[in-house]
Nanobody, 120 residues
């Protein structure tokens, strides 16, 4: 188990920005974010490898969200710009020892989730 602690959620208006932070208790290869809106399944948002050479995003957030990491602090960030009401969800930090594990999303380590609410 790799404990993950998220922070940074909140209530904002459409067009605003937020930055989510997730701190891991140890070094881990892949880190990322998923989200779950009310009544919907959890979906992939973004992920990044240890070296930061590889990042990937869901089509719905490309160009608006940026994932980054600070390996000195075992921390991953999600900068969310131009937020839309459709971005409203609980955002979960995820971590995995392999890239494919991260993307599949069924065997990741998970944070407790942080609520992001975007009003119109």
């Amino acid at each position: 188990q790799v404990p993950l602690v998220e922070s940074g959620g909140g209530l904002v208006q459409a067009g605003d920005s937020l930055r989510l932070t997730c701190a891991a208790s140890e070094r881990i290869y892949a880190m990322g974010w998923f989200r779950q809106a009310p009544g919907k399944e959890r979906e992939f948002v973004a992920a990044i490898t240890w070296s930061s050479r590889t990042t990937t995003y869901a089509d719905s957030v490309k160009g608006r969200f940026t994932i980054s990491r600070d390996n000195t602090e075992n921390t991953v960030y999600l900068q969310m710009n131009s937020l839309k009401p459709d971005d409203t969800a609980v955002y979960y930090c995820a971590a995995a020892h392999a890239w494919t594990t991260m993307l599949v999303g069924t065997d990741n380590y998970w944070g407790q989730g942080t609520q992001v609410t975007v009003s119109s």
